[in-house]
């Protein structure tokens, strides 16, 4: 019996091959969590009359208009100079996947309306950052077809105002809050296709 060599690109393929399937097994390869802990740990709740049983409806999504869903959180702490939130679904396959970066809100703010502008800045001075899909604002949930993702919506009560342009990704954004977080809170909310 005489054995052949292996072409490179084979073993490469199949290597591949058993990585997607390792991730798809363990429920996604996620990156990093995106989640900094408070400095201080006081917390806020956060919520949106628009989701039922924790579920995100089409409207929300790039199944439906895609619009940003209204949310509602309780008085930040005393410190709080400015808030940001951060919209990320935790099961995307190759990665945390960043949805919407809203950073810079006037300390004041306790609602976002539905459907929020895509725009760099908007008029009350806050500023949206670069979500994964390339683009500026909310991009809404997106899974591919099967079990449905869970969606973190983070808020953030900082002692700072963040020092960032518009269109800057979550990297640079969770870079510019380390050590200046008061409070917190979060929203998960589920959807699939």
Request: net charge neutral.
């Amino acid at each position: 019996m005489q054995f052949r060599p292996v072409e490179p690109r084979l073993l490469h393929a199949a290597a591949l091959a058993f990585w997607l399937l390792a991730c798809t097994a363990l429920q996604g390869c996620r990156g990093p969590d995106p989640v900094i802990p408070a400095s201080v740990g006081a917390t806020m709740a956060l919520t949106s009359a628009s989701f039922e049983n924790g579920r995100i409806p089409p409207t929300f999504t790039c199944d439906g208009a895609d619009q940003s869903p209204p949310l509602a959180w309780t008085t930040p702490p005393a410190a709080t100079k400015s808030l940001a939130l951060v919209v990320t679904d935790l099961d995307a396959p190759f990665g945390v996947f960043t949805h919407w970066l809203l950073y810079n809100l006037p300390p004041a703010t306790r609602q976002l309306a539905q459907g929020m502008e895509k725009v760099p800045q908007l008029s009350d001075g806050s500023r949206q950052g670069q979500n994964d899909f390339d683009r500026i604002g909310y991009g809404g949930p997106c899974p591919p077809r099967g079990s449905a993702h869970r969606y973190l919506f983070r808020l953030y009560a900082l002692d700072i105002p963040i020092n960032l342009a518009p269109g800057g990704p979550r990297n640079q954004l969770e870079s510019a809050m380390r050590g200046h977080i008061v409070g917190e809170g979060e929203l998960i909310a589920r959807y699939g296709r």
